[in-house]
């Protein structure tokens, strides 16, 4: 099963990565034979095993970089960190970037894709599902329409598994907040939690977690997001490594070190998963390694292999969220508004 390993929850995000950074001043420069500093606020996850494998492998020194990752609970901190300048690097949803924008927050930018799929899975309370009818065999209609009623984790409000759940209930015809019960449960340990010991009937995150609650005996998947089961979602700009702006611009030869030694651990990790596994498993505090290569060998199909942007596909997966309001502005699909490839080879 997976582990909590290093939280230090109910610590304000900006106190957390100020202490583990020792202040916010943003990345370190480099001194007489030091590599120069990147933090990275990040929650634990599968799918940034290039994160784990460059580590593993020394990648991130040997081009020139020294990787600093604080872990925290939920994505929010993550867009947190990089806006209070107390981290110059993070994973964070392109729907993220976008509200931010919305509100004025404009110094972001995504500089090495993570992520063509969203890779959220729902798993529901076995014997609910065999009560409802419903199973991944089912039509998608059904099994949005299953969630009525439901009383649904998610790690906090505003977050993926809040709007992407969102969507699924308005697909069914249901109101969000009328019709279900969303409860801010908190990151997956505590979801799996919640689930088992029944305060809550469903939620959905990028695996492993769902798969742990199928292998555990109290979760059935009924969508699963790697696998591309909602088809609008299925080549989509999710997830990425996004960067203060500021910080990238005035520290470009760090930032390429970084995106580079991210394309050797995936090379690694495409050529063989299996091998990696064990960095992996160490990276995300888990001992089950048959959960972990399931979940990895699920990801790879939704694992860019390049961390490059196209303008195409950024304007279609603006076009998505738009249609399906995960956003309420249409957005710039320019290079430069949310997505650069200057630092990344592409």
Not at 197 to 216: K, M, T
Not at 296 to 323: K, W
Request: charged share 20%; with cysteine.
């Amino acid at each position: 099963m997976v582990r909590n390993r290093n939280r230090m929850i109910g610590l304000p995000i900006v106190a957390l990565l100020l202490a583990a950074c020792g202040g916010g001043t943003g990345g370190e420069s480099a001194g007489d034979g030091e590599l120069p500093t990147i933090q990275i606020a990040s929650a634990p996850n599968v799918f940034l095993s290039a994160l784990y494998v460059a580590q593993d492998k020394g990648y991130f020194a040997e081009e020139g970089v020294n990787v600093e990752v604080v872990e925290i609970e939920a994505g929010t901190d993550s867009v947190a960190a990089l806006v209070s300048g107390n981290a110059q690097v993070a994973d964070v949803g392109f729907d993220d970037l976008l509200e931010l924008a919305s509100e004025g927050e404009e110094g972001l930018i995504m500089v090495q894709n993570i992520l063509n799929r969203v890779t959220l899975t729902m798993v529901m309370n076995p014997d609910l599902a065999t009560e409802l009818g419903v199973s991944r065999e089912s039509s998608l209609e059904e099994r949005f329409a299953a969630l009525e009623g439901l009383r649904i984790g998610i790690t906090s409000p505003g977050a993926p598994t809040d709007k992407y759940m969102r969507y699924y209930l308005r697909q069914a015809g249901l109101d969000p907040d009328q019709d279900a019960e969303i409860i801010a449960i908190g990151g997956g340990s505590s979801l799996l939690a919640a689930l088992e010991s029944d305060q809550i009937d469903v939620f959905h995150l990028s695996p492993p977690s769902p798969y742990v609650a199928e292998a555990g005996g109290f979760g059935t998947v009924l969508i699963d997001g790697p696998a591309g089961d909602v088809e609008e979602f299925s080549n989509f700009l999710y997830t990425a490594w996004a960067a203060n702006k500021e910080w990238a611009e005035a520290n470009p030869d760090a930032m390429t070190a970084f995106n580079a030694a991210l394309d050797r651990a995936m090379e690694d990790i495409d050529a063989d998963p299996a091998a990696v596994v064990p960095a992996i498993m160490e990276a995300i505090a888990s001992d089950d390694d048959a959960i972990t290569q399931r979940t990895l060998e699920a990801l790879l199909p939704a694992m860019s292999t390049d961390g490059c942007f196209s303008e195409e596909t950024v304007r279609s997966s603006l076009d998505i969220m738009f249609d399906t309001e995960i956003i309420e502005e249409e957005g710039d699909s320019a290079a430069g508004v949310f997505w650069t490839n200057d630092y990344n080879g592409c």
